[in-house]
């Protein structure tokens, strides 16, 4: 399973981006996929999982203003992000979960990760 992140950018705070997430492999509807983010000098962090179903779970922190959501004949999630504020500057990661529930926040539950993309927000 490989993992593609892309569709970060430099924005306004205010604005928004849309991140994409190309997940290959054949089982993709399988898995739940979720997205964390890293800032700099600061621990990377959970933002947001989708099930198999399409059922999504955030962080207080982007609830209301980012949305998640799966296209299974792509092979694709999507993360919409609004509202952007300053502290959502971040490295943005997506993998897959090691089960189809769309439930965890731990690193742990997650095998294959992407390779990061940037989203910059500034003022």
């Known amino acids: 399973v490989q993992l593609q992140a892309s569709g970060g950018g430099l924005v306004q705070a205010g604005g928004s981006l849309r991140l994409s997430c190309a997940v290959s492999g054949p089982t993709f509807s399988r898995y739940g996929v979720g997205w964390f983010r890293q800032a700099p000098g600061k621990e990377r962090e959970f933002v947001v999982v989708i099930s198999y179903s399409g059922g999504g779970y955030y962080a207080d922190s982007v609830k209301g203003r980012f949305t998640i959501s799966r296209d299974n004949a792509k092979n694709t999630v999507y993360l919409q992000m609004n509202s952007l504020k300053l502290e959502d500057t971040a490295v943005y990661y997506c993998?897959?979960?090691?089960?189809?529930?769309?439930?965890?926040?731990?690193?742990?539950?997650?095998?294959?990760w992407g390779q990061g993309t940037q989203v910059t927000v500034s003022s």
């Open positions: 993998a897959t979960e090691n089960s189809p529930y769309g439930s965890s926040r731990y690193e742990g539950s997650y095998e294959h």
